[in-house]
């Protein structure tokens, strides 16, 4: 019993995040159901079923048009505080350390611990990856993400147009149109902004106890530092 | 969110990608079902056609010509509009989600999913530029 305890308390934040993720996809599932099947009505056709709902493009579009911001959000974080930096701001590395940094700080090959990772201890192709290897898993996810929100968005889109008696288009045709970029914008802008706030309040406001803030009594000007 | 709890979710993303694709729906049963409604006009039975088309496609016609459906379909400016492609057989039909367009030749046809069944939404439907077709039936 103390094991799990003892589990869940170390895990605690992906549980409690996980928990958050899946209570929420149902409620846009139920929801999302709940007005598809408005506009059927209003349209004269048949509604649908929870499960035919979840198979549809029109639900997988609304989901993978949010994931894949959220992915390219982290992605772009990650990469852009190596080589920049935000005075004050706990989010940023110190002023001076802007860059790849030396293999001593990074604990890599001959400086590697013995608690480092293992493709992190001996130079060639594994450190090369392990070394960008959360860009390359956010990138993929990124890529991923966006490329299912294409495909189904483009079934969505079809589905609408027939719908409205007009002519489908073809994916790369869709590419191309306002729908999708105006899906994605939307989405981006979003992310973008969040992390911008993120990025900028943390100078100034503090929440006693978060490593996302700097200690309360911390000075406005301290970069780098987090509770 | 950890690496772990990502990659499922990357996960979670190819699923939903596979269940999309994998329900995609039978664009020949739409194209079988719109050649059939094209032949019951052709052969002037109303009420064989009348059972291809959806709900809101039979109460247009109904309202449209004040007759029941089995009569209002086979009117001449309904009907005249659908029979042209009768015989001329499928140009290509695509189904996306529970929407079908099949094209035949001479016509164009809009069909919905009810249950397992596609029911023609539109018949007798012209293209015009930059606007909706033009359809001889149109419900739903």
């Not at chain 2, 006009?41 to 809101?56: M, Y």
């Not at chain 2, 109460?59 to 309904?78: D, H, N, T």
């Not at chain 2, 367009?101 to 939404?121: A, C, I, K, M, N």
């Amino acid at each position: 019993m103390s094991a799990l305890r003892s589990a869940l308390r170390h895990n605690g934040l992906t549980l409690f995040f996980g928990v958050l993720f899946v209570v929420t996809l149902v409620g846009q599932a139920l929801t999302g159901l709940a007005y598809f099947n408005e506009e059927q009505r209003g349209a004269g056709l048949e509604p649908v079923t929870l499960g035919q709902y979840l198979t549809s493009s029109v639900f997988a579009v609304d989901v993978t048009e949010n994931w894949q911001s959220e992915y390219l959000q982290f992605l772009l974080f990650i990469l852009a505080t190596v080589w920049l930096v935000q005075k004050g701001s706990p989010e940023s590395k110190k002023l001076e350390d802007v860059g790849r940094e030396s293999d001593e700080e990074q604990h890599v090959a001959e400086h590697a611990t013995e608690s480092s990772p293992a493709w992190a201890r001996v130079r060639g192709w594994r450190l090369s990856v392990f070394s960008h290897s959360l860009s390359l898993v956010m990138g993929g996810l990124f890529l991923l993400s966006w490329l299912a929100q294409s495909i189904t968005g483009t079934t969505a889109y079809n589905e609408s147009q027939l719908r409205d008696r007009q002519d489908p288009v073809t994916w790369a045709e869709y590419l191309a149109l306002p729908e999708f970029w105006n899906r994605t914008f939307q989405n981006w802008q979003s992310e973008f902004l969040a992390v911008a706030s993120m990025v900028v309040l943390a100078i100034y406001l503090r929440e006693r106890g978060s490593p996302e803030s700097k200690p309360v009594g911390t000075s406005h000007d301290a970069t780098g530092v987090e509770g | 969110m950890t690496a772990t709890g990502r990659a499922a979710a990357g996960a979670l993303a190819v699923l939903a990608l596979v269940s999309a694709c994998s329900a995609s729906p039978d664009a020949s049963a739409a194209a079988e079902a719109a050649s059939a409604l094209v032949e019951a006009v052709a052969s002037s039975d109303g009420a064989a056609a009348c059972t291809l088309l959806a709900p809101a496609a039979v109460q247009a016609l109904e309202s449209e010509f004040s007759a029941a459906c089995e009569e209002a379909v086979l009117e001449p400016e309904v009907a005249d509009e659908i029979e042209d492609a009768a015989g001329g057989g499928s140009r290509g039909a695509q189904a996306f989600g529970r929407q079908a367009q099949v094209r035949l030749e001479g016509d164009t046809v809009f069909l919905t999913l009810s249950g397992e069944t596609w029911l023609v939404t539109a018949a007798g439907c012209t293209p015009r530029t930059d606007q909706p077709y033009e359809c001889a039936i149109e419900g739903g």
